[in-house]
Each structure stands twice: as structure tokens, then as C-alpha cells.
């Protein structure tokens, strides 16, 4: 694979992990208002660098913000409605169902029901005022102007997949199944309509996400963001691109990724993506694959790449298959694409989630393409034959995390052991029978990775009731959040030692770390 080049992370910094349908907000789920802002403050404060999200599209059956009905969109849900009312475009009566949604938990079946009618109204009334702009966030079509290459497909799918009855497009009529240029011409009228809201939503998502990284970036605090390795069926990615994925005549996969059976499920996790045409893409020159990380760069600082491991060796199910036990692995485009994305995207700062068992093929394709891979402490001890989660193993080139949006919180963690189980971590981490995350916390933060980042659930101290996600597992996820009270009571009670713990541990993330020592004081040269 040649001469392994050097990776990017050359500073010691934290971070923190909470996806924004987890910050508080007024309207049922996490939003990009003064929620985020209040939360980028109190992670400036306690001098954390980097902000990490799960990935922020649209999500569809099961809300998993890992299938989404597009790559390129973003989440309406996340749109700060008070905007809106500020702008009059709703008033306080038509948000009045959305504020009695809980604020500790995001009832997406409450808000499908009450959020998608309250956003129409607001297009309605801007469309019959025949503006252009909304509360400063730039002119609705110059955004369309700029963006039409992904956001015609995209409201174009979104009509239609409206228009019969929430089908997939496998299922849509055979003149359907296939995006052209020229397919607006022939969708009814109310597609149409549903074109525009769907244009206007995007514009308001982007406008608030352009105004809230910005708001981070004077607050010196960076976002990670999230780019899946694979993209859902059921969206305008696949519609658009039939070509780049390992499809039938009539648009249904020939076979399926997931995962085979591990430390989460004893059949593996039937992910049912559909897989890529690797020939094809590599004919191409990857050309969508680097569109793609080119588009995500423009929203995040830092990318983390999940399930790298994929792009040396994937799991390939069966099509119809039950569960992923029956599959097998195939061979991914390995160092030859890390190669191209390389050339193409020199400044690309990405992290590689590299978890599960993984071989030595897929540390050397890392080590090759440059790129720091993740450590995770609950997974110190009886994860794997070598320990290689274990602290006094980590690289510098890493990311350590306490835990992923895929484990328990800490303190559930900790508290769900065994006796057997908890005698070795408790002598290791001098836990003193604490089952509290911030022993954790402060490990991982003095380890030799130079990134560090801890869910928001453990900086709470959260028990196992506040797991965000729980892979091999179809409902409940996703769901948690954190409230205003919350973050203020951590802010008034945990920053100041969050902030010291970041200052003694060097994570301020603004010194490049070296290799070499040299005097305090230099001598003059001689004469």
C-alpha cells in the first residue's frame, strides 16, 4: 500500500458526542435555535474543541439518522420553528401542539403527526407573501440556484414518494422508477406543490445549520459529522444513481450489507442497504463517492467515515435473508480508493470508525490512507482476545471514546457488570466500586489519543436508560434527549472540572504535538 502517510491529527483535543435531536428545544425534538447555541456555549466554556453529531438528513421508518431518505438533505424536524414565528410565517397557536411534545424525549410518532402540517402552513404563507428571504438566512432562489443538482432529485423524490402513498420507489409505476431531468414535466400538480415545500424546508435547514456552525466557529468549537458507508433504498440517493449500486431491473437489490454475528448480536445486524457496484465506481474514478465527502466537507470541520472496515472487506447478505448470519465477506476497493479520495480531497480530515473485529488487512489499509482510527473504553476488557481497547494499548493516532451512540451510557455499563466482570475494570481504572462516568471521563481524557470525546449522556452520569441507540433492535432508539435545566445544572456543577481536566490532559487543541524535546531557553549561537 506504499508509505504510510502522516495522519492529520497532530493536536491533543476533546470533544463531545450528542446528535442534534438531543438538544433542547421548544418543538418535540432537537433543534438548530438557541438550544445548540446555549449547548456550543457551555462546550466553549469547559474548553471542548470539537462538537460530534450523528449524520443529520431526513430520516425515514424506525428514525435512524443511519437510513436516510437522502445523503445530501438535512433533517426538517432540526428546523428552529421560531424563526418562523419571529418572521410571521406561524404564529404562537400553530406551535401550540408542538410545545406540549415531552422535551426529554423526541415521540416521533406525535411529531409525524403534528410537525409536517405546521412546516406546510409556513411555506403556504410565505409563498402567498411572495418573498424571497427569511430571517436573514440568504434568498430562497439563489439557494435553489445553487444547490438544483441534488434538491430537484430530492424534491422530486420526496412528491413523489408522497404522491403514492409512502411506497418506495421500487414500487413506484416503471415510468417513476428512474430519475431523469426531464421527469418534472410529467408529475401532478400537487407533487409539484410538495416539490416547492420540500425546497423551501432544505432552505431553511441550511440557512439555520450555515448560521449555527458559524456561531460555533467564533466559539472555537469545530463539528465532526457523520458520513454512513452506506446509503438506504428508499431514497433519492439510489433513486438518482441506480447505476452506482448492485441493483435489479426493477430497482431491488441483489444482495444486502450488514454485519455478521458480534458483541451486539449473535445473528449479526441485517443493515438491508443496498451494496455498491464497486467495478463501477472504480470506471468512474469513484466520482459519486467524492461528490459525496466533497458535499459533507462543506458542512463539517471533520468527518467521522463509518464502518471503514467495509472498504476493505463488507459482509454481503443474501437477498430475502431473516438476519445477517448467512452471509459473506466480499472484497471492497481497499487502498486504490483511498488513493483517488486522496488526490482529490488532500485536506480531507477524517476519522475512521474502525470497531468490531477487525484483521490486520483493515489496520494496514488505514495506516496506508492516513487516518486516525476510534479506541473505546467499554470495550477494554472482554471485547476481543487482544484487549486492544485497552488504554496502555492506544496509538496517539486514535480517538478515544468513553463509549459510541451504540453503547449503554458508563454509568449503565458499569453498573450492569458482574462482580467478575467489574473486579478487573475497577482495579485497572481505580474505580473504588464508583460507577459513575466521570472516573471514565477522566481517563479517557488523560490517554495518549489526541482526540478524545465523551457522549453527552456520560458527561450527565446517565444510567443505562438514556442509550441512545441499541443495534439489533428496531424500536425505542433514538429517542433520548437532554433538557435546558440539564445542561445548565452540568454547566453549574461539572465545567469547571471538565474545563481543568482539559487543561492538565494538554486538549485545548491548539498546540501541535511533537515528538522531541528541546531547552526552555535557548543559548545564543556562538559567535
Not at 363 to 382: D, E, S, T
Amino acid at each position: 500500500m506504499g508509505i504510510q502517510p502522516t495522519s492529520w491529527l497532530d493536536t491533543r483535543a476533546a470533544g463531545v458526542l450528542a446528535h442534534l435531536s438531543s438538544l433542547p428545544g421548544d418543538y418535540g425534538i432537537g433543534n438548530l435555535g438557541c438550544g445548540a447555541r446555549s449547548f456550543v456555549d457551555f462546550l466553549s466554556a469547559a474548553g471542548v474543541r470539537y462538537w460530534q453529531i450523528c449524520p443529520i438528513g431526513p430520516t425515514g421508518y424506525g428514525d435512524s439518522p443511519y437510513q436516510l431518505f437522502s445523503g445530501r438533505a438535512g433533517n426538517p424536524y432540526f428546523i428552529d420553528l421560531g424563526d418562523l414565528l419571529r418572521d410571521g410565517l406561524l404564529t404562537k397557536a400553530d406551535l401550540a401542539p408542538l410545545r406540549q411534545l415531552p422535551a426529554e424525549t423526541a415521540d416521533y410518532g406525535r411529531l409525524y403527526e403534528n410537525f409536517w402540517s405546521v412546516l406546510a402552513r409556513a411555506h403556504d404563507n410565505f409563498a402567498t407573501a411572495g418573498a424571497d428571504e427569511v430571517d436573514g438566512l440568504g434568498g430562497f432562489a439563489a439557494f435553489c440556484r445553487r444547490e438544483e443538482h441534488w434538491l430537484v432529485p430530492f424534491t422530486q423524490f420526496m412528491a413523489l414518494k408522497n404522491h403514492f402513498g409512502g411506497r418506495a420507489w421500487p414500487q413506484w409505476p416503471e415510468h417513476c422508477r428512474t430519475w431523469s431531468p426531464g421527469l418534472r414535466a410529467e408529475l401532478p400538480a400537487s407533487a409539484k406543490r410538495d416539490m416547492e415545500r420540500h425546497a423551501f424546508y432544505q432552505y431553511l435547514f441550511f440557512g439555520q445549520w450555515n448560521r449555527l456552525r458559524r456561531y460555533a466557529a467564533e466559539h472555537g468549537v469545530g463539528v465532526i459529522g457523520d458520513v454512513p458507508i452506506f446509503v438506504a433504498l428508499n431514497s433519492a440517493d439510489t433513486w438518482q444513481n441506480r447505476a452506482v449500486f448492485r441493483l435489479d431491473a426493477h430497482g431491488q437489490p441483489l444482495a444486502t450489507a450488514g454485519v455478521p454475528p458480534d458483541y451486539f448480536s449473535a445473528t449479526g445486524q441485517l443493515w438491508g442497504n443496498p451494496l455498491y457496484d464497486w467495478e463501477h465506481l472504480q470506471r468512474t474514478g469513484y466520482a459519486w463517492w467524492i461528490e459525496r465527502l466533497r458535499a459533507a466537507f462543506e458542512l463539517y470541520d471533520i468527518i467521522r467515515l463509518d464502518h471503514f472496515r467495509g472498504f476493505d472487506t463488507y459482509w454481503e447478505v443474501p437477498a430475502g435473508a431473516t438476519d445477517a448470519s448467512g452471509g459473506r465477506w466480499q472484497k471492497g476497493p481497499g487502498g486504490e480508493f483511498f488513493a483517488v479520495l486522496r488526490a482529490a480531497l488532500p485536506a480531507a480530515r477524517i476519522i475512521a470508525e474502525d470497531l468490531g473485529y477487525i484483521g490486520p488487512d483493515v489496520v494496514a489499509l488505514r495506516r496506508a490512507a492516513g487516518l486516525p482510527g476510534m479506541k473505546i473504553l467499554q470495550f477494554a476488557y472482554g471485547h476481543d482476545a487482544h484487549n486492544v481497547n485497552l488504554p496502555h494499548f492506544y496509538p496517539p493516532d486514535s480517538v478515544a471514546y468513553t463509549g459510541t451512540h451504540d453503547n449503554t451510557t458508563t454509568r449503565g455499563w458499569l453498573e450492569g457488570l458482574t462482580p467478575a466482570q467489574a473486579a478487573p475494570i475497577d482495579s485497572y481504572f481505580g474505580l473504588q466500586g464508583s460507577a459513575s462516568a466521570w472516573p471514565m471521563i477522566r481517563h479517557v481524557l488523560a490517554t495518549v489519543s489526541r482526540l478524545a470525546v465523551i457522549p453527552m449522556q456520560d458527561l450527565l452520569d446517565l444510567p443505562a436508560g438514556a442509550t441512545f441507540n441499541r443495534p439489533g433492535t428496531a424500536e425505542g432508539n433514538w429517542r433520548w434527549r437532554f433538557t435546558a435545566a440539564q445542561l445548565a445544572g452540568l454547566a453549574g456543577e461539572r465545567l469547571a472540572t471538565l474545563r481543568d481536566w482539559i487543561r492538565l490532559y494538554d486538549r485545548s487543541g491548539n498546540r501541535a504535538v511533537v515528538e522531541y524535546s528541546e531547552p526552555l531557553h535557548r543559548s545564543p549561537p556562538p559567535l
